[in-house]
């Protein structure tokens, strides 16, 4: 602390509290003013609950956590909340209350005045108790819509700030390697391009509400081995820096991303908590990142106990904070008395805790934290009477019917068909038999972090604090005069096989068997999908593969419904079901939008963002393989999926025709131009997503086979076409080379405008020109599809 700082300007405000002064300055002065105890409860969290009778939070005990004395805390200040409104269930203006009341306190105690900076998850949806459940991010994907993704995620900022709420961690950024990861719901997909443009979407709607964006996880976790959360990563440097790091880098550099989250994982033996080259040398030196690096819980004390690469608490922090962690979550483990301790015995330079603590202030000062006329009481409580808790309940609507409608469009953009022999749309049926484990259950649209399936289950006997209509509620109003009737057959994981009779005695006496299966989501082996939920194969859980087959043993067509969080081999299922509909935890209008798909209300027009495997045993795998990654002959086994990705269907057919090259040959620092025309020639409106694939046949190292490098959607009425121009930069066939750098390279390309990976349309052979070029960070990273005005035929 710097006795003879200037803390006061010529009003007598102190500097820190002045927003006249730049931030800069504010800041600097602040530092100064503090003791290194001051100081580093600038760098961790509290884990605590709201109170549902509008009081003070309480702290949360959690079993990988001592206790923690917020009484004794406070007085030096605190950096972070954690999850006030996602640990246990309580009114939304209630929690709001008891936030602000513990604001008001917090900043009371300590002598700066300064808040805490308030955060909660928000992967699908604000994850508080009767907020709205939006589809998860593989839905997202499968949209293949950012400007909706975007939409969404500027409600859930809406929603958070309403409450009090400053930080949200999402998006998930990791890319899909290995299907039988638990995690695979919370991805958007298996493409870093969709991964990275729909992430990134989400960013710009989440920013755009005031909210910080929390990017996770940093980097290499979806890559663990054997698909095993948190197991160690087995990538070369070529794979980290072309799959796994694009994402980030775009939501960084276009999303405008405040805070960072880093991954658990170790890559070749180095913690992502613990590396400074990831999160200091690439994030912050080369990309120009300035926000905050939050840890994943626990992830610094991990560092000790799971990585081995600390003797003691103070050791964990001295690496996880030279590497470039900046606040410590959810509790203070490290970063308090072992932290100070090292400080002072000089294990650890103070000018550390300084470097991280001006990022975590300034943050503070960017979101009016500092400022003197600061007020706890989010504009959702203006008027309220804070002495009368019991008149404000209900007060804050966090699922209103804007919010629904946003949720129904995007679950009726993911679901995507994946087969049809014309058995849909479903027509003048009398008998409807419905059949299998999700068939009546109204959490199986929900993933593992929707505040039902992640707290509101510890908490039996509350309401879910949503409307959660089951399939059988939505389809009985879709199809007025049928008669339904159910057979749960057996259960999602429990391998009972005794319901299965009885379910094919319904489906024989129907028009059409509906068998609804797939997971339930839960947290660490509490579900068949979710954090810690992983799977040896991707069989379908329990007896679901029996019941399914039994079925197709009968006349009756069966159609295939899929509430899953990930992809699953069908087995006879692919070539025999009439029809398959599969959907990704489509959040609470989920059984709305498949109803319609069914009874054809709505078009589908959602694409595959990860693949289908056609048996349950080739993983890991993606369509990013290079040529040795497809079959052949030199090995027994065949990863070609059963349904590719950006593969879907739809009721209405499209012809893509009139291919044009204007620019066929072009520089390395160039771009090439090409167009064609789409035409819708069914009867009925729908949407083609067009999507461009980039093959280069010879590089100096091994390349995938294609992928993705842009993608639209196109809307069209029968008869109507639209010719689509679009531009690819060289920059976007550029990749890592032997020197580690990325380069691009002159020689022949293939442009792939194509259905899905698996389905090529049209192709324009181009050629790159001249000397080979080296790209960085500021390179294009967008090929463009626009779209000209309609015309009719």
């Not at 390697?177 to 298996?190: F, H, K, L, M, N």
């Not at 995507?416 to 479903?426: E, I, K, Q």
């Amino acid at each position: 602390m710097n006795a003879n700082v200037a803390v006061e300007n010529t009003t007598g405000i102190a500097l820190w509290n002045d927003p006249a002064v730049s931030v800069t300055a504010r800041v600097d002065a602040l530092i100064d003013a503090m003791t290194l105890e001051e100081k580093t409860a600038q760098l961790y969290g509290v884990w605590v609950g709201a109170s549902d009778q509008g009081g003070e939070v309480a702290p949360h005990q959690h079993d990988m956590e001592e206790a923690v004395d917020l009484e004794a805390l406070l007085p030096t200040g605190l950096g972070q909340l954690t999850r006030p409104f996602g640990t246990v269930p309580v009114d939304p203006a209630l929690g709001a209350l008891s936030l602000a009341r513990t604001q008001t306190r917090i900043a009371a105690t300590n002598r700066f005045g300064i808040p805490a900076l308030a955060h909660d998850e928000c992967l699908a949806g604000f994850a508080a108790w009767g907020a709205t459940a939006y589809p998860v991010p593989l839905s997202w994907g499968a949209t293949f819509d950012p400007d909706v993704v975007r939409r969404m995620a500027g409600a859930i900022g809406r929603d958070m700030r309403t409450v009090g709420v400053h930080q949200g961690l999402a998006p998930v950024l990791d890319v899909v390697r290995d299907a039988r990861w638990g995690r695979v719901e919370e991805t958007i997909g298996e493409d870093p391009y969709l991964v990275g443009t729909i992430g990134t979407a989400y960013v710009q709607g989440l920013e755009s509400a005031g909210i910080v964006a929390t990017l996770k996880h940093f980097a290499g976790y979806s890559a663990s081995r054997a698909g095993r959360n948190l197991a160690p990563t087995s990538m070369g440097p070529r794979e980290r820096a072309d799959v796994l790091l694009p994402p980030f880098e775009m939501a960084i550099l276009e999303g405008g991303a405040r805070s960072v989250m880093n991954a658990y994982t170790d890559t070749d033996g180095i913690p992502s908590a613990a590396d400074e080259e990831l999160l200091t040398g690439l994030l912050r030196d080369t990309w120009g990142f300035d926000g905050t690096v939050v840890a994943d819980y626990f992830a610094i004390a991990f560092l000790k106990t799971l990585h081995g690469v600390a003797d003691d608490w103070a050791g964990a922090a001295g690496s996880a904070l030279r590497a470039g962690i900046d606040v410590e979550l959810p509790n203070v483990k490290t970063y308090g008395a072992p932290l100070t301790g090292a400080v002072a015995d000089g294990r650890v330079p103070e000018a550390l805790v300084d470097r991280a603590l001006r990022r975590v202030l300034t943050q503070k000062a960017l979101l009016g934290l500092l400022d003197e006329d600061w007020n706890p009481v989010p504009a959702a409580l203006d008027g309220a009477d804070p002495d009368d808790p019991a008149a404000l309940r209900g007060r804050i609507d966090l699922d209103g019917p804007q919010n629904r409608a946003l949720a129904r469009t995007i679950a009726e953009e993911a679901v995507v068909l994946l087969s049809n022999d014309g058995t849909l749309p479903l027509d003048r049926l009398r008998r409807i038999a419905l059949l299998g484990p999700n068939a009546e259950e109204p959490t199986a649209v929900l993933g593992c972090y929707s505040f039902p399936q992640h707290i509101g289950v510890r908490h039996p006997g509350t309401p879910l604090g949503i409307e959660l209509p089951t399939l059988r509620d939505t389809l009985a109003a879709e199809f007025p005069d049928a008669e339904i009737t159910v057979a749960r057959g057996t259960g999602i994981d429990d391998g009972d096989l005794s319901g299965i009779r009885e379910a094919a005695r319904v489906a024989g006496e129907a028009d059409v068997a509906l068998v609804v299966l797939g997971d339930r989501a839960g947290l660490f082996g509490r579900g068949t999908s979710g954090e810690g939920c992983d799977v040896e194969t991707l069989a379908l859980p329990g007896a679901q593969q029996q019941l399914l087959d039994a079925l197709l043993d009968l006349e009756t067509p069966v159609v295939t419904v899929l509430l899953a969080g990930r992809p699953y081999a069908l087995g006879r299922g692919v070539e025999e079901s009439a029809a398959i509909v599969q959907s990704f935890f489509p959040g609470e209008e989920g059984t709305h939008a498949i109803a319609g798909v069914l009874s054809g209300r709505t078009n589908p027009s959602g694409r595959l963002p990860v693949s289908v495997p056609r048996g349950p045993g080739s993983q890991p795998a993606t369509y990013l393989g290079a040529r040795l990654a497809q079959a052949g002959g030199v090995s027994s086994i065949d990863p070609t999926p059963a349904f590719a990705f950006g593969h879907g269907l739809s009721y209405t057919r499209f012809d893509w025709t009139d291919l044009t090259v204007d620019v066929r040959d072009t520089p390395t620092d160039g771009e090439f131009t090409l167009a064609l025309t789409v035409r819708n020639t069914g009867g009925r409106s729908g949407t083609e997503v067009v999507q461009l694939y980039l093959h280069d046949p010879v590089a100096s190292v091994v390349q995938p086979v294609q992928r993705l490098v842009g993608y639209t959607r196109v809307d069209l009425a029968p008869g109507e076409a639209r010719r689509l121009r679009v531009t690819v930069p060289a920059d976007v066939a550029s990749f890592t080379g032997r020197d580690g750098l990325r380069v691009v390279e002159p020689g022949r390309l293939e442009l792939r405008l194509a259905a899905s990976s698996a389905d090529q349309r049209l192709t324009a052979e181009v050629t790159l020109t001249g000397a080979e070029r080296h790209v960085d960070h500021t390179r294009r990273l967008h090929a463009t599809i626009g779209q000209e005005p309609v015309t009719r035929v």
